[in-house]
Nanobody, 120 residues
Framework: QVQLVESGGGLVQAGGSLRLSCAASGSIFRIYTMAWYRQAPGNQRELVASITSGGSTNYVDSVKGRFTISRDNAKNTVYLQMNNLKPEDTAVYYC??????????????WGQGTLVTVSS
């Protein structure tokens, strides 16, 4: 009914940059808060950044000043610009969105994940 498709992951050297994209599609009436999570092997999934429908943002302390979350509501897309990447940023990154469908069902939707690998 609603899908999130991520792109932009890959391999980058420490200090480099990547831009992740997550596009929502399907029977969407409204998208509320969108967020990026990440999970490294053996670790719990952690919230990296979130952005409300009004544009208010929050970041985990470890990425403040380096990552920027943004959204294009007309395209139902959220982005994560990652600068000055560090090896500890290596993880699978997952997009998340709170959605109301055109049938007025409330859903929380997850993307498939995209791998970010930062080499030192």
């Amino acid at each position: 009914q609603v899908q999130l498709v991520e792109s932009g992951g890959g391999l980058v050297q420490a200090g480099g940059s990547l831009r992740l994209s997550c596009a929502a599609s399907g029977s969407i009436f409204r998208i509320y808060t969108m967020a990026w999570y990440r999970q490294a092997p053996g670790n719990q999934r952690e919230l990296v950044a979130s952005i409300t429908s009004g544009g208010s943002t929050n970041y985990v302390d470890s990425v403040k000043g380096r990552f920027t979350i943004s959204r294009d509501n007309a395209k139902n897309t959220v982005y994560l610009q990652m600068n000055n990447l560090k090896p500890e940023d290596t993880a699978v990154y997952y997009c998340n969105a709170g959605v109301t469908t055109r049938g007025f069902r409330s859903l929380e939707v997850w993307g498939q994940g995209t791998l970010v690998t930062v080499s030192s």
